[in-house]
């Protein structure tokens, strides 16, 4: 009998819905036509935490001022993109719906985001400024070397399940802030994307025997 096996399915937690169309290019071709293209840096950070989050909290970063909306909106939540602008969103069991992209005073799941960016970059141009911490005194609390700090947040390194776990912890823990899981699911999700642009290895396969 030849052994077989079911391979694991890569399936995140994901955006089902948009209402902004514009966003939604944005998220599937990286089309700035429909967005203000000075937020797109922050939108595109935002979007792919949100399209790995499976609750509200995940998205609790400092300086997005993640908040439940009401009214109307009871059952929203939103973050802060720039000035009044907002992304908002809603979650039905683990996938976010609804997503838009607002001015506050003016059904299928998405397949992957247009090149998601390294999520060190949400440590450095969000979390950093928002706390006022320089990445020396950022590494101390976080009791790791400035170094090792530095290459996540730039891009060279990856986030790794001790770095996560210490970054769920430095921000409030599972029940507040971002968990530990969604910090690695966006690490996994740039890193399949940064591999799928180069040519598929070749590799010798391997013939599995009658048992």
């Known amino acids: 009998m030849v052994a077989t096996c079911n391979a694991a399915r ?4 994901a955006i089902r819905s948009f209402r902004h169309k514009g966003l939604e290019r944005f998220f599937t071709h990286g089309s700035k036509a429909g967005i203000r293209a000075a937020h797109a840096p922050r939108l595109a ?3 792919h935490r949100l399209h790995l989050a499976r609750r509200p ?20 939540w939103a973050v802060s993109v720039r000035g009044n602008w907002r992304l908002l969103f ?15 005073h ?10 998601p960016p390294h999520p060190g970059e949400t440590i450095r141009e969000d979390i ?39 970054l769920e912890a430095w921000l409030d ?24 642009q180069r040519p598929r290895p070749k590799v010798a396969v391997v013939h599995r025997r009658a048992a």
Not at 69 to 75: I, W
Not at 130 to 156: D, H
Not at 174 to 192: A, H, I, K, N, T
Request: net charge negative.
């Open 10 to 13: 890569y399936s995140p937690a």
């Open 45 to 47: 950070r935002q979007l």
């Open 57 to 76: 909290e995940d998205m609790a970063i400092p300086g997005w001022h993640l908040h439940a909306r009401k009214g109307d909106l009871a059952g929203h």
């Open 90 to 104: 809603a979650f039905e069991g683990e996938d976010a719906v609804l997503v838009d992209y607002q001015d506050y």
């Open 106 to 115: 003016s059904g299928e799941v998405m397949g992957r985001m247009f090149n």
């Open 128 to 166: 950093l400024p928002a706390l006022g911490l320089r990445v020396t005194e950022a590494a101390r609390q976080l009791g790791v070397s400035r170094a090792a700090l530095s290459r996540v947040i730039n891009g060279r390194s990856a986030i790794s399940p001790d770095l996560a776990r210490r």
């Open 173 to 196: 823990g599972p029940e507040c802030g971002p968990s530990v899981e969604s910090w690695l699911r966006q690490q996994l999700d740039y890193d399949r994307w940064q591999a799928e």
